[in-house]
């Protein structure tokens, strides 16, 4: 694996994803009413874009955050913690808002958004067990050790029979 805290891949497909996110709506569903949805960028556009329809908001703005970067060192498939870099911000507590995000891996972004936006709920579709606490409300929790693989991050590629493979 490129990254030794990885060991395990979890290869997620639009069909599970957007099953999650609605499993998620029906959640939150129950403890609104939302004034709208914060995102964060850009893993939470993909869920947002499902919760927004299916709980009729129309308001939604954006965190722009990035922390994650591909590993130089590997022929890098999964990505390493950088320190976080906050491109564009929102006005005001967050209160009445749903704050989304794809995941909570550390729960480093999560912390540093939920200090800007203390107020709001925040929910996710996955959550590793670092990262449990700060969010409000997950989906599918996973252990640390994998790596959550997103189907806007992959690509159709043939794939070898097992018994002409090396490893
Ligand atoms: O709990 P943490 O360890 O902080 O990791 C979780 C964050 O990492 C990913 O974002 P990333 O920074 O890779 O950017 P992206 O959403 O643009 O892909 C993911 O979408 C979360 O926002
Ligand atoms: N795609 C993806 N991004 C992450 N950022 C932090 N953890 C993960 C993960 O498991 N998958
Ligand atoms: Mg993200």
Known sequence: MPNQTYSMDYPVSWEEIHRNARVLALRLLDKGPWKGLIVITRGGLVPAAVIARELNIRLIDTVCVASYKADENDDATASVQGDIELIKSVEGDGEGMLLID??????????????????????TIYAKPAGVAVVDTFITEVSQDTWIRFPWDMEYTFSTPLAERDD
């Not at 550390?106 to 200090?115: D, H, L, Q």
């Open 102 to 123: 794809d995941l909570v891996d550390t729960g480093k972004t999560a912390r540093y958004v939920r200090e800007m936006l203390p107020k709001a709920h925040f929910a």
